[in-house]
């Protein structure tokens, strides 16, 4: 992780999927952003880093978390045009806000990884409500690590007390493949 | 999730394995305790929720939470006896202390079990620095939003700007099933 | 795979769960039969053998696959009797023909587990139709590489020609995420 | 399953990967062939499918199995095109044979998908040594099952008694996660 009191540099996008206007990180301060940089033709961006990215979307997005993805592109361009990209994002289901990274002219590698000194795809990042830049990490990430630090980032000028929930279960008879149960038992105190 | 301002009443343990000396609620004031009250024969214990808290008690045991377990038996006691819960924790290499939930005379199910009205195993409680009980889930947990809770419960009294770190990959060459790495590129700013 | 034309030796066993008489391999000619031994506090027996020896059972029991499987204790006699082994068979919704391998006097290593040499648990053996060891395997299995055997075996002595079926799966309005329809397509011909 | 007496009509391939030269189903008679229907953008395909097809090549391919990729385009060609999957192969190590499915003008759907009258993607076919159709299915397959039909198809015409050996896996000491092993065992006999 590298943290830092600078506030993160703005990302340089040239064409927006899933948002109606052009997004700023500047006008997320008040969100913990996580950003996925990714390649439509990564393996690994496919497999997992979009997956965990539209889970994150789909369970936080409405409790603080803004999920942008960023197509950094840094080989096979033509393969990955925007028009390519937008038949992906269908066929995904991929419905939070993603930005093509800018080209760089004379440079294989777009305007924002190379700001941001990315070492590939897929790169999460995540930016605190103040804009800094609090962790980073090229690869897989592993989920119960990220929720930390989701929670962590979350609670941050959050007054103390109002985790989020773990959904109750429907009590089950006796014993699944998931749980045994107690015949009849009430809730917790 | 059950929140509540009262100290969270403690547990009935008649013997501990993987501790020393027995332990008490009260004692790990401070910490973000995990409760995973478990039977040794409860197949969803063994498929997930006993994994999740060693995850747990390997990544976040030296950082704040406290994993316990509880081997809270209400059927099939004579299969499920102390001296096969031992064997059981030593081929599950299970090295987090372990509780048996104390036999409550007239009743199958257990003492703590009852005090604390649980619906069946696998049940994980997530107490927080105070003794107060903040999360109550019976059944399979996503390991994201176990997460998340964590790092929110960790934050509480914590000062701002200590998040738990996402370990750098080490970088790959060109593409691999996980990353797609960029040649000789540096690290993140 | 050790093959070897000479008739693989019977079990041993002194107790069966599951059947209402005793089983002997020499009643069973004509069918592929697939032994999984295991111990019922063995990690790799709970999380992968016998999941898999269950499902050859449901998907095979029918077509000439006789199912057994095969209790060879080696250590922690104590905490896996009979009666223990029969709460596990239930809570793990184990159906198939279950023996517990006959105790060898002066000896932690029971009788069939001596006579067949087994390294370890789980071990996994397919005998043909004629009664012969045709494969034997220690450690975990990949279903892939099974199927291929056991479809091997079933076909030794058949009439050509009446693979097993794969199930024709229910078709999807245009994209999900397991398959792109084609809207209105009909069947193959 | 569809069996059928007839010999399965052939393919019709614009462009051919993986392959110097063009293949026909004809040349393949002998060979079982496991045809694989996919589009690079269809998720189903990316995630099992195409992973399913590599390891049947990786494993079956120097037995008897032809494992043939065909690129069948219905929707959103422009995303799909032959230089964009030359990419798609090359990042996802796709090593076998893999075709275009011949345009058919006036129509969305390409002249081998209409011919063999398939319902999407994924599907995969498998076509016996004599050159019939004997098994098709649209979406995901178990791998257990998909082995057995494999298993059955190679053993027709072939010999009895040369089953695909289950490589035998390296003896533990003591538990692990995979195995217990018996101290100082020997080899089944």
Redesign the interface.
Known sequence: ????DRVFPEWDVSHWFNTDHALRLADLRGQVVLVEAF?M???????FALP?AR??HQ??GAQGVAVIGLHTV???H???QP??L???LH??QIRFPVGVDAPLEGSS?PTT?AR???????????IDKAGR?????????????????????????AP??????????A??SV????????PG?????
Chains 1, 2, 3, 4 share one sequence.
């Open positions: 992780m590298q943290t830092s390649q033709l990564c393996p690994g961006c496919v497999s965990m889970k994150v369970l936080f840094f080989e096979h033509s393969a990955m028009h390519a937008e038949v992906f066929e995904y590698t990884m941001w000194q990315l070492q590939g795809t897929p790169s999460t990042l995540l830049l609090r962790a980073h990490h090229f690869g897989s990430i592993d989920e119960l690590q990220l929720g930390v630090v989701l929670g962590q980032l979350l609670s941050e000028g103390s007390g109002d985790a989020a929930p773990l959904p109750d279960e009590s089950s014993c699944d493949e998931q749980t045994c149960a107690v038992a009430g809730k917790p105190s």
